[in-house]
T-cell receptor, first 113, second 111 residues
């Protein structure tokens, strides 16, 4: 059974710092991996999607990498801002291509001014 | 485009009552999903519909039923609510392994 783990559960950094969020998964047979952002009391917003054949994706100050063989993904946030404060979740879609996502429990990020 | 919409936003039920959570998407997606989010448990899949006319169980289907009314709408029904079903419920949709879009959620309390 696929399991997704995110470490750390919470992170507090000063504004301007570069940071890395980690995601690991137990079964490397995945179709893709997505990183989501969730603000308190809100739904999830997809930030980046990496197909299984890709190594990384970039969007603005965000860069996500994928190493299928080791079962790891990282989300790199450059020059963090207070507006980046949120919970970040990673999710994997298994190779059955049904679209079902299995989520990690998230990392709650606080960026202090 | 409204994306994925859910009604109601909040609901309080008594144990044993029934209710239906409504979800609609306007992106012409084939696949729709119902997740629940609980503290310490993350998001767990309740049911999904890979295409109009089909539904399948997810990780935690007990106590729920779903209906894929048409391509746009996917409803979740609690026939006899229990306190263990207190949660935040999210509907989502996607198309062919592309990004998943989520609704704003329904916050349900069962007393």
């Amino acid at each position: 059974k696929q399991e997704v783990t995110q470490i750390p559960a919470a992170l507090s950094v000063p504004e301007g710092e570069n940071l890395v969020l980690n995601c690991s998964f137990t079964d490397s047979a995945i179709y893709n991996l997505q990183w989501f952002r969730q603000d308190p009391g809100k739904g999830l917003t997809s930030l980046l999607l990496i197909q299984s054949s890709q190594r990384e994706q970039t969007s603005g100050r965000l860069n996500a990498s994928l190493d299928k063989s080791s079962g790891r993904s990282t989300l790199y946030i450059a020059a963090s801002q207070p507006g980046d404060s949120a919970t970040y979740l990673c999710a994997v879609e298994d190779s059955s291509n049904t679209g079902k996502l299995i989520f990690g429990q998230g990392t709650t990020l606080q960026v202090k001014p | 485009n409204a994306g994925v919409t859910q009604t109601p936003k909040f609901q309080v039920l008594k144990t044993g009552q029934s209710m239906t959570l409504q979800c609609a998407q306007d992106m012409n997606h084939n696949s729709m999903y119902w997740y629940r989010q609980d503290p310490g448990m993350g998001l767990r899949l309740i049911y999904y519909s890979a295409s109009e006319g089909t539904t399948d169980k997810g990780e935690v289907p007990n106590g729920y039923n779903v209906s894929r009314l048409n391509k746009r709408e996917f409803s979740l029904r609690l026939e006899s609510a229990a306190p263990s079903q207190t949660s935040v419920y999210f509907c989502a949709s996607s198309q062919g392994g592309r990004i998943m879009f989520f609704g704003p959620g329904t916050r349900l309390t069962v007393l």
